[in-house]
């Protein structure tokens, strides 16, 4: 349909196209990701002028059905999805501008456009021919302005970008040295249809950021350009370098006597800096090209030693720098000085003195000096062209040439003086074919010696011999001096010394003569001796006991106690025996002997130790172990103390703290027991003491016996052994040995039975009602057995109603029994509507009774219907002090028709009743003795089978029924459970509707069904489960 529409169209331009026309160019080329502008102006019929009109470019070059759609005024959900929002028309309309804008553009824009025009009431017309659009490359850039730049001060550099098209914005962003912080300020203006986006960034640059480049960035969308300029940061000259080939550090140049030598100095700046050289302040040459300057020496000489400064300004500043050169020669001029001189060569010093000899020269680089002596050096240096030999305590050993030698890489050279030393006499020494080492001479006694004195000495010294300080022999010449002793005796014996001196001091010698022999004069001492051959020490105390002899030389010294060793030794004559802890068994004979290769001789002295009791000890034929006896009652036992102690101990026997014997000899006692009883068992003490302490032991008499009396003892609370709860037996009997068997024994009627356990406790857990019977137990060990005593176990528990109990019917009336068990046995209370029986008695109508046999209570009930009333409900309850149980009957009685002779008749059944019940509950009694009652603990059902009764009826028939209920609960229970609602007149079949009063009942039997009424039934229900008894009465 659209394509026949625009084919419709096209026949009818062709009618009017001499009043449509459209200005369009042939061709427009745009920058890919920029925008463009289509230029379109239109005319149309003039009777179209005020119709409402649209504007639709087709992006094809021309009309085809389907064409596509770059732009629809009115309807933009036509234009293809990659044209929306971003064509629209630059004019109006109504102004016949149809100018077309396309933003963001891409390749895929490239192509034809026409554009058509619409009008609501009339026709359509398109334009042609179609503008072909061009997509190039973006080559748009943004402009940077250049600004002076200056280190330090903050300048503000602008870029800028133009253009024509206001859809998408560009982003204009600076791409700064990475350490320059900056700010951006942006923003926008327009003239005309130009759009100038502009971006300021401020900075504040150094002298590391020159040359480096700064990028200004713009950016659409899917296009980017970017124009980068160089900065050119003026600043002040730094980093001042001197450099040359002959230089050793930064500021230091050597350079050889006669060589040349070029210096360059460097900087950086911008501008270019001016560049000066100068020498002791005196400038050498300038420059000002190229930031760099050299200095050419070209014959190097000693006066060119020194500092040169290099100096670079420009307008920004200035900076200097310096270097200092040396001139490198051979060592020269060297000389020996010292305080001690004589002469230029020679040296005169006395012994003991110090001396310091310099040794200088003058050279660069500074000479390495050295001194040497006998060939060998003695110290080294290489600084300051100057070494000091110092000696600071002079010996002969000095004496001789001295050579000092300075020498650099350039030459060397060197120079010598001379030392003579005076010195004191020294190196004294004294000899002898005897001799043991440098200051001793052993002699055997009768023998000769000779000893040879010698000394160093300038000029020679005069030597004198001298003994116990009296002068021997002397002599002057060739310093030696001989003594000579003919025959050696113990007089001999001693220091003699040997004198040496000269003008400049003495020296002396000793040497020590001694004169051997055999041991002699051999004694023993101690501070515990008492006399010259015994000492007494008490136990633990100290002693020392010193052998000393006089001999030569030392004698061997030997201790021995017992032939054994017990130390040794061969120095100073004397040797100490020491005992740090004397015991007993140091008593006894020490023996000293010393010896050596003249002669041997020895002494003894005796120890005798005195010590406290110890090591007492106990022992028996009976004993088990060290501390314990078991004896049978009944024998005897001899049980023995003895003790080691000096002097003998007194020794006592206590027995619960009662002393039973004691002695003071032969440090043994013994303690007899003819006759062994209970009593004898416990602790035996001895104790054993003298002078120096005592000491005690202690032996256990265990008695062994036969098992005493065994008891049964109940674990149980204060309130009686209840039904339920946990119960122990345990059997405990004295014994020695203990206890090897248990045996338990239960005992039912008059038999005994033996339980399977040899537990010491028989427990209940939990104790039930079964368990009320009399237990007791047996023990035994090894020498016997015994029987306890007999404990019965009285199980107590709440009530609980007997299935025996029951209601029955007769012509007399209504006989009802209750039986209850229960341990204690309850008390029985009968609940009627006006009264309460708990005792045998007669009320009204009714006549009551109950007995107890053991756990068992039973009560009779006998009641007469009375004429007047509609129901009567009975009730037994019965409570121990553990709970209650109670049962419930309803009763219903009618009997209006009854003749005055029938009520005297049922008065006499009632009586005769009674008597009955009462030979029946006698007989029940006896029945019931052996036997006890099971509980079921769940509802269970009662039948009760009463004795059939005959009843014969007069008039309408009366109806029974009774609705027992079995209530257990405890004691602090509530109230009477109501009799549930719905019981009619006619819950017992019959003719009670007839008036049959010749026809006789048939024998009733009661059926009781303990149960819960079902919800519902209008019962009144109570917060404790409550059992109900259903009584029903069934026609035989």
């Known amino acids: 349909m ?22 369009t160019p042939r061709e427009v080329t745009a920058q890919d990701g920029l925008c463009v502008q289509i230029p379109c102006h239109y005319s149309y019929p003039s009777h179209l002028a005020n119709q409402r009109r649209d504007g639709v470019w087709f992006n094809t070059e021309e009309e085809i059905p389907w064409a596509p759609l770059a732009f629809h005024s009115k309807d933009r959900k036509h234009e293809l999805p990659r044209f929306r929002h971003r064509t629209r028309l630059s004019g109006d309309l109504k102004d016949g501008d149809c100018s077309l804008i396309i933003n963001d553009i891409t390749r895929e824009d490239a192509g034809p456009y026409f554009f058509r025009i619409e009008f609501d009431s009339g026709p359509s017309h398109n334009y042609y021919p179609a503008t072909r659009l061009h997509v190039s490359d973006f080559t748009d850039k943004p402009r940077i302005t250049p600004a002076e730049i200056i280190e330090g001060k903050r300048v503000d550099i602008s870029c800028t970008f133009d253009t024509t098209c206001n859809g998408t914005a560009p982003v204009l ?7 320059v912080p900056g700010s951006v300020s942006n923003t926008v203006t327009q003239h005309g249809v130009t759009l100038t986006y502009t971006t300021v960034l401020s900075l504040t640059l150094s002298p590391k950021h020159h040359r480096q480049n700064l990028t200004c960035r713009v950016r659409y969308p899917s296009v980017t350009s970017e124009r980068t300029l160089v900065l050119t940061v003026q600043y002040a000259p730094q980093n001042l370098s001197m450099t040359s080939h002959d230089m050793i550090i930064a500021s230091l140049i050597n350079i050889i006597e006669g060589n040349s030598t070029v210096i360059i100095c460097s900087v950086e700046s911008f501008p270019a800096s001016n560049l000066t050289w100068r020498h002791l302040s005196v400038p050498m040459n300038r420059t000002s090209s190229n930031n760099e300057l050299w200095l050419v020496i070209p014959h190097v000489t000693p006066r060119d030693t020194g500092d040169y400064e290099c100096v670079a300004e420009n307008e920004h500043g200035s900076v200097e720098g310096s ?37 200088s020269v003058e050279s660069f680089p500074a000479s390495n000096l050295t001194w040497r002596h006998l060939s060998v ?128 001091g003495s020296v002396e010698g000793s040497i020590t003569i001694t004169v051997e022999h055999g041991p002699r004069n051999l004694s023993m001492t101690s501070l515990d001796i008492i006399n010259t051959s015994w000492i007494n020490i008490i136990e633990g105390n100290p002693t020392v006991i010193i052998c000393s002899v006089e001999s030569f030389p030392a004698s061997n010294l030997t201790w021995r106690h017992l032939n054994v060793t017990m130390n040794r030794t061969s120095s100073n004559n004397e040797l100490w025996l020491t005992i740090p802890h004397v015991t007993s068994r140091g008593t006894g004979d020490y023996e000293c002997a010393a010896e050596n290769e003249h002669g041997a001789v020895e002494g003894s002295i005796t120890i005798i130790v005195e010590y406290a009791t110890r090591n007492l000890s106990i022992t028996s034929l009976d004993m088990i172990n060290a501390s314990w006896i078991n004896i049978i009652e009944g024998n005897s036992t001899v049980i023995i103390c003895s003790v080691e102690s000096f002097p003998a101990s007194n020794l006592t026997w206590r027995h619960l703290n009662v002393t039973m014997n004691r002695t003071s000899s032969n440090n043994e006692l013994p303690l007899v027991i003819p006759h062994i009883t209970s009593r004898d068992a416990g602790d035996y003490v001895c104790v054993a003491e003298n002078e120096h302490g005592a000491v005690e032991g202690s032996i256990t008499i265990i008695v062994e016996h036969l098992p005493q009396e065994a008891v049964v003892s109940i674990s149980r609370s204060s309130g009686g052994i209840t039904e339920g709860s946990n119960i122990t037996l345990t059997c405990s009997s004295e014994s020695v040995p203990p206890i090897s068997h248990y045996t338990w024994f239960r005992i039912e009627g008059n038999t005994s039975t033996q339980l399977n356990t040899r537990s010491r406790t028989l427990s209940f857990n939990p104790v039930t009602r079964e368990n009320d019977a009399s237990f007791y137990c047996t023990v035994r060990n090894p020498l016997g057995n015994s029987t306890s005593n007999i404990t019965h176990l009285d199980v107590q528990y709440k009530p609980e109603i007997s299935r025996e109990s029951e209601c029955s019917r007769k012509s007399e009336g209504v006989t009802c029994i209750c039986v209850a068990n229960s341990n204690p046995p309850g008390d029985l209370t009968w609940h009627l509507p006006r009264a309460n029986i708990s005792d045998n008695q007669t009320h009204g109508r009714l006549v009551s009774w109950w007995v107890r046999d053991g756990h068992l209570v039973i009560g009779s009930l006998i009641l007469t219907g009375p004429q007047d009333e509609e129901e009567v409900t009975a009730s037994c309850s019965v409570r121990n002090p553990h709970g209650e149980a109670m049962f419930k009957v309803y009763l219903w009685v009618k009997d209006r028709d009854f ?138």
């Not at 009462?918 to 052996?930: P, Q, S, T």
């Not at 819950?987 to 009063?997: E, K, L, P, W």
Request: hydrophobic residues 35%; glycine residues 6%.
């Open 377 to 504: 050096p003695m110290n080294r240096t290489s600084s300051n062209n100057e070494l000091w030999l110092v000696i600071p305590h002079v010996t002969p050993r000095d004496t001789g040439d001295y050579e000092c030698v300075a020498e650099n890489e350039h030459g060397s050279v060197e120079g010598s003086i001379t030392i003579t030393v005076e010195h004191a006499p020294r190196n004294l020494s004294i000899t002898s074919l005897d001799m043991i080492n440098a200051s001793w001479i052993n002699i055997i006694e009768g023998n000769s010696t000779v000893i040879i004195c010698s000394v160093e000495s300038f000029p020679a010294s005069n030597l004198t011999w001298r003994h116990l300080s009296v002068p021997m022999n002397r002599t002057s010449s060739n310093n030696e001096l001989w003594l000579v002793i003919p025959h050696v005796t113990p007089r001999d014996t001693g220091d003699y010394e040997c004198v040496a001196e000269n003008e400049h």
């Open 323 to 359: 270097i200092t050169i040396t001139v490198e020669h051979a060592p020269r001029n060297l000389s020996i000085t010292s305080l001690d001189m004589i002469n230029a060569s020679w040296i005169n010093i006395i012994e003991g003195n110090s001396t310091v000899i310099i040794c």
């Open 173 to 179: 962003t600076w791409d700064t040295p990475t350490d």
């Open 899 to 1036: 003749s005055e002779w029938t009520v005297g008749l049922l008065m006499a059944g009632i009586i005769l009743c009674a008597f009955v019940d009462g030979i029946l509950i006698f007989m029940y009694v006896k029945k019931r003795k052996a036997a006890t009652e099971e509980r079921d603990s769940e509802a269970s059902d009662i039948a009760l089978s009463p004795s059939p009764l005959t009843v014969k009826n007069q008039g309408k028939q009366n109806r029974l029924l009774t609705d027992p209920r079995n209530t257990t609960r405890d004691t602090n229970g509530e109230g009477d459970t109501p009799a549930p609602p719905g019981h009619s007149e006619d819950a017992v079949g019959g003719s009670a509707g007839h008036g049959n009063t010749d026809k006789h009942d048939n024998l009733l039997y009661a059926n009781i069904i303990f149960m819960k009424p079902p919800s519902g039934d209008g019962t009144v229900s109570r917060e404790e489960d409550t059992e109900y008894a259903q009584i029903r009465f069934q026609q035989n």
């Open 2 to 23: 659209i394509g026949k529409s625009y084919f419709l169209v096209s026949l009818l331009q062709v009618g009017l196209s001499q009043e449509w026309k459209g200005h």
